[in-house]
C-alpha cells in the first residue's frame, strides 16, 4: 500500500496500475476485465476513469464509445484553471494519446462498417452475418487458449483475447475489429510507462473524486479538490 493513502484509495491505485501491466504484457482480455470492474466504482475520480476508457478504447467492443469518453474526460481535466504547469503538460500527452486511439477506432469501425455493407449487397443476412461473428471469436479463442497451454499461463501469445462471448448476442452483427488493434499500440507507450510510474492520490471522502493531483518527478502530492 502507497504511504498516506486510506485503504481504498490505494485499493483504486493498485487496481489501476495492475490493469495497465497487464495490457502491457498482452493480458488484454483480463486487463480488460478489470478496466470494466473498475469503472464501475462509484468513487472513481475521472482521471482514473479516463485511463481505464483509454485502455477499452483498444478492445474489440464499443471501443469508439470509450474512445470518445477518455477523450471527453481528459478534455475535462485540461480545462481546469488550477492545474500546475507540469500536471497540464501531463494530460496533454494523455489527451493525445487517447486521441490518437480513438481515431483508430473510427477507422476500425468504417472498415467494419464498409465490410458489412458488401456483405449485405452480396446477399447474406444480419443472422449469417452474426453467425459468422460468432464463429471467427471462437476460432480466436481456441487458439488463445492453445497458446496459453503450450507456453503456459504467465506467457504472452500472439492470438488477441477476446472478451464477452455471452455479451456478443446483445451487439450488432457486425464483423469482429481487426486483430492488429490490440498489437499496434506502441505511441501509448509513454503514457503507460507514466501511469506505472506515477503515485496516485485520491480524495476518498468526496463523492465525485476529481483528478490526481500529482507533481511530477517530486514524489510528494496534493490532495483532490471536490467536483
Do not use: C
Request: proline share 4%; hydrophobic share 30%.
Amino acid at each position: 500500500m502507497s504511504e498516506g493513502l486510506d485503504p481504498l484509495s490505494a485499493t483504486f491505485e493498485l487496481r489501476f496500475k495492475k490493469a495497465w501491466r497487464l495490457w502491457r504484457a498482452g493480458a488484454n482480455d483480463t486487463a480488460e476485465t478489470m478496466a470494466k470492474e473498475l469503472l464501475l466504482e462509484p468513487r472513481l475520480g475521472r482521471f482514473h476513469k479516463a485511463g481505464m476508457h483509454t485502455l477499452l478504447s483498444t478492445s474489440s467492443n464499443n471501443y469508439v464509445e470509450h474512445g470518445l469518453e477518455a477523450v471527453r474526460l481528459y478534455t475535462e481535466i485540461s480545462d481546469r484553471n488550477d492545474l500546475t504547469e507540469d500536471e497540464r503538460k501531463d494530460i496533454t500527452v494523455y489527451l493525445d494519446d487517447a486521441n490518437k486511439l480513438l481515431d483508430k477506432a473510427r477507422q476500425d469501425q468504417a472498415k467494419i462498417d464498409h465490410q458489412i455493407q458488401e456483405k449485405l449487397a452480396g446477399g447474406m443476412t444480419m443472422e449469417e452475418l452474426h453467425d459468422a461473428q460468432i464463429e471467427e471469436m471462437n476460432r480466436r479463442l481456441d487458439a488463445e487458449e492453445a497458446g496459453i497451454s503450450e507456453h503456459g499461463p504467465d506467457s504472452q501469445s500472439s492470438v488477441p483475447e477476446m472478451t464477452e462471448e455471452s455479451h456478443l448476442s446483445s451487439q450488432p452483427a457486425v464483423p469482429l475489429r481487426p486483430e492488429s488493434h490490440r498489437t499496434d499500440n506502441d505511441n501509448i507507450e509513454h503514457t503507460v510507462d507514466t501511469f506505472l510510474g506515477m503515485d496516485l492520490d485520491f480524495d476518498d471522502n468526496s463523492p465525485l473524486p476529481d483528478i490526481v493531483r500529482h507533481k511530477p518527478g517530486s514524489g510528494t502530492k496534493k490532495d483532490e479538490d471536490k467536483v
